[in-house]
């Protein structure tokens, strides 16, 4: 059992904080589904959690299993077991999926240790099969004038055979595409299991359609304001985040 624990987060862009006191545990099994409006903070916590560059972490911890991961490298919080799905958003022309992925796979292993081929290749089907992608997929060059359900197949296929303890997603277009919701989805259940744990942001509720989760946050001006179950997630559709603003502005009133 693991344990990924965000602790009174503080996230700032240049002068401005964004993420203003954020905590939240996840648990190995577990499905957190965090929501809320647009410009809320949602993309900076899980950008700074990976470590881009841009957003200073001012304040708070994020642990792995208790131990902070902040001072880590991206690689290094990879092979901590954690996975970022938008790690890789990036094209590149020329390298396919298979040889990415390969390349990947190596980085991962200690110095010195060589990739068994025919062992990679056994693995990468198998877990192509897991999530019905067709084998032609992985001679593709990554991203490379892909579309977005595609990109979210390769991004699925990442995280498949990384086997990663932690999964964040952020989810920014896929619930606007209904191809890309499906790909993100089946391949997010056919993983679930005892063995991840996994933070999905999402700004539109139907994701969580397909994606059932076990807890509902919602985040609003860089704090959660409300927690519940899978429950929370069909009130707010049907209500919209206004309530849920005005009940904490009077609670800290
Ligand atoms: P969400 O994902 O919830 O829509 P974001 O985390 O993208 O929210 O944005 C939160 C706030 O931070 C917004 O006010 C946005 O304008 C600002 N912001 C996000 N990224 C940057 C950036 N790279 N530079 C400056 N401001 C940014
Ligand atoms: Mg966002």
Not at 34 to 50: D, E, Q, Y
Not at 115 to 133: E, G, N, P, T
Request: charged content about 25%; some cysteine.
């Amino acid at each position: 059992m693991s344990q990924l624990e965000i602790r009174n987060l503080h996230i700032a862009i240049g002068e401005k904080e964004i993420v203003k006191g954020l905590s939240l545990t996840i648990k190995s099994g577990e499905v957190h589904a965090v929501m809320g409006p647009n410009g809320t903070g949602k993309s900076t916590l899980s950008k700074a959690i990976a470590g881009h560059p841009d957003y200073t972490i001012t304040g708070g911890d994020v642990l792995l299993d208790g131990v902070s991961i902040l001072e880590k490298e991206a690689d290094e919080r990879a092979r901590a077991g954690l996975f970022l799905a938008f790690q890789y958003p990036s094209e590149i022309p020329g390298v396919s999926i298979a040889n990415f992925l390969r390349a990947a796979q190596q980085a991962r292993m200690a110095e010195g240790e060589e990739i068994d081929a025919s062992a990679y290749y056994k693995r990468l089907y198998s877990k192509m099969d897991l999530l019905k992608i067709d084998r032609k997929f992985t001679s593709r060059s990554v991203n490379e004038g892909f579309s977005g359900g595609e990109k979210k197949r390769c991004e699925i296929l990442q995280m498949a055979m990384l086997e990663p303890q932690f999964a964040l997603m952020d989810e920014t277009d896929s619930g606007r595409d209904i191809d890309a919701l499906r790909i993100v989805a089946d391949g997010v259940n056919a993983m679930r299991g005892p063995n991840l744990g996994v933070l999905l942001i999402t700004h539109y509720q139907r994701l969580l359609d397909y994606i059932v989760p076990d807890h509902v946050h919602v985040m609003w001006d860089g704090r959660l304001v409300k927690s519940g179950d899978k429950s929370l997630a069909l009130e707010l559709e049907a209500k919209g985040y206004d309530w849920v603003k005005k009940e904490f502005a009077f609670a800290n009133s």
